[in-house]
């Protein structure tokens, strides 16, 4: 299994493309409530090196045939290396560029997913699901980002989380999700994991005045006798829908709670919300969370699944 760069290089008024061959290692990953891909790798090549790390405007990642990353230049470093060089690579997808930038405070009103986030970013390489249900009102508080707009348009829309499917594409629905097998698959280790140290017990949302009207409880942390309590101010993005807010604080809250996972020998192409089959524990269950590491010892792919409120939908 091949794993190949290709960069474009930026020169005067001219973008050329530089396909890096030899990959000595690579850290490829990508998760639910993570609004981005994320690549890091190293290549060689003999000789002196053609281009400066300045002129990297763009990476792209192939595994084999497919394109599993596309994002920015991070982090590049060109160094020589006996008789040749080596460049290190730290990527993002350009999806991240959501949760980077602030819009300009509003109610925005009648949109879709795409039109949402377009409006309030422009960058031709990232699309999204279209068409997805028009909804009203959807209130972009001061100092919040792209991303947290388009987290409230999917609750309302929907009552799911977004997620980034394949490079740069923001999807809310999972309905067509592909299927991946691991019957056959050479597993290495299976896991299984809990963790509640962010779990909210009760929540509370300001009204005008001292009181707060709207509040919202989580049997499951009164269940394990967890208490821990939060009183909010009176939240302009959700001020239509207060409840349907706080439930979301205790459904984010639960995020990872319950995971189970394997890690194989390999790479079978498998993407976030994919219904894995086979597998012990994680079989059955949407793919929330996936890491493929290569080295001298091969090529091998951790999965996850998050049993938890938006994980499994």
Not at 50 to 56: E, N, P, S, T
Not at 74 to 85: A, Y
Not at 135 to 143: K, L, T
Request: with cysteine.
């Amino acid at each position: 299994m091949e794993c190949r760069a290709v960069l474009d290089i930026k020169s005067s008024s001219t973008v050329t493309e530089k396909t890096l061959l030899l990959c000595t290692g690579f850290v490829f990953e990508k998760a639910l409530y993570v609004p981005y891909t994320q690549f890091t790798g190293e290549f060689y090549e003999d000789g002196q090196p053609m281009f400066r790390a300045g002129q990297v405007i763009r990476v792209r990642i192939y595994l084999d045939m497919t394109l599993i990353h596309c994002g920015m230049p991070d982090e590049v470093t060109i160094s020589r290396k006996d008789k040749g060089h080596r460049i290190r690579l730290h990527s993002r997808g350009y999806t991240l560029l959501l949760a980077q930038n602030q819009p300009y405070p509003r109610i925005n009103s009648n949109v879709t997913l795409k039109s949402l986030c377009q409006a309030n970013l422009v960058c031709s390489e990232i699309t999204y699901e279209d068409p997805t249900p028009r909804v009203g009102n959807i209130y972009v508080n001061e100092g919040s980002t792209v991303w947290e707009a388009a987290v409230a348009y999917c609750i309302k829309a929907s009552g799911r989380y977004p997620y980034i499917k394949g490079t740069n594409m923001v999807k809310m629905n999972s309905a067509d999700a592909g299927t991946v097998s691991y019957y056959s698959a050479v597993i290495t280790e299976e896991t299984s994991a809990m963790n509640t140290s962010m779990l909210l017990s009760d929540v509370y949302m300001k009204e005008l005045g001292e009181d707060y009207p709207f509040e919202a409880h989580d049997t499951s942390a009164a269940a394990m006798k967890i208490v821990r309590s939060r009183y909010y101010p009176l939240d302009m993005q959700w001020l239509y829908d207060p409840q349907v807010g706080l439930q979301h604080k205790l459904d984010i809250s639960n995020k990872g709670v319950r995971t189970a996972g394997l890690t194989y020998e390999g790479w079978k192409g498998e993407d976030i919300m994919y219904r894995a089959s086979g597998g012990g524990d994680i079989s059955g269950l949407r793919i929330n969370y996936l890491r493929t590491v290569g080295g001298r010892h091969g090529i091998f792919t951790t999965v996850r699944a998050y049993d938890d409120r938006y994980g499994q939908k």
